[in-house]
Antibody
Framework: VQMVESGGGLVQPGGSLRLSCATSGFTFVSYTMNWVRQAPGKGLEWISYIGETPASVQYADSVGGRFTISRDNAKNSLYLQMNNLRADDTAVYYCTTSGGYSYGTFDYWGQGTLVTVSS | ETVVTQSPATRSVSPGERATLSCRASQSVSSDLAWYQQKPGQAPRLLIYDASTRATGIPARFSGSGSGTEFTLTISSLQSEDFAVYYC?????????FGGGTKVEIK
């Protein structure tokens, strides 16, 4: 199982970024997917979920209305469109699988991509 | 939202000793609870799911117990590679929520 996030970087408050997660080594279409973030020196925060098909999505209140999760099963890839970014969105963003061990666990993780929101 | 609280924030343990970490949910999550280990600079790793089942490749010295609102992760005999931060997470309802973590450090 391999998951590689990309697209992080420095962005100004109010700006946008699109994160990608390229996966391999497992049947992507059979897994639900999530984004989990970790602010510097802080704990873990789940922020978004997408089912095997894009019809089923969930968001944390902290990002709902600003972030959009999507997937491309043909490309084995997960995405996170982040708009209207704020300083408190600064974090390492991890993509994770779920549904392998149990329906809500985060089974496999990428190495993360750092998003810094600052002027 | 289910608030998940871990205690203590830091536990100092000598190698070879037993460590017990606690996790409490603000409402019942049945057995829908997982434990993760995170080492500095690394992504978290799933240890335990469904409160007490070890994930593939996780050593038998790690065990989980509990249901409802009270859960425990026990490391029976701490090895050098076990010094890390441990998080619990509930998946009984949305949003999925994590505890704040317990750092297990060398005494």
């Amino acid at each position: 199982v391999q998951m590689v996030e990309s697209g992080g970087g420095l962005v100004q408050p109010g700006g946008s970024l699109r994160l990608s997660c390229a996966t391999s080594g497992f049947t992507f279409v059979s897994y639900t997917m999530n984004w989990v973030r970790q602010a510097p020196g802080k704990g873990l925060e789940w922020i978004s979920y997408i089912g095997e098909t894009p019809a089923s999505v969930q968001y944390a209140d902290s990002v709902g209305g600003r972030f959009t999760i999507s997937r491309d099963n043909a490309k084995n890839s997960l995405y996170l469109q982040m708009n209207n970014l704020r300083a408190d969105d600064t974090a390492v963003y991890y993509c994770t699988t779920s549904g392998g061990y149990s329906y809500g666990t985060f089974d496999y993780w990428g190495q993360g991509t750092l998003v810094t929101v600052s002027s | 939202e289910t608030v998940v609280t871990q205690s203590p924030a830091t536990r100092s343990v000598s190698p070879g000793e037993r460590a017990t970490l606690s996790c409490r949910a603000s409402q019942s999550v049945s057995s829908d609870l997982a434990w993760y280990q995170q080492k500095p600079g690394q992504a978290p790793r799933l240890l335990i799911y469904d409160a007490s089942t070890r994930a593939t490749g996780i050593p038998a010295r790690f065990s989980g117990s509990g249901s409802g609102t009270e859960f425990t992760l026990t490391i029976s005999s701490l090895q050098s590679e076990d010094f890390a931060v441990y998080y619990c997470q509930q998946y009984n309802n949305w949003p999925r929520t994590f505890g704040g973590g317990t750092k297990v450090e060398i005494k």
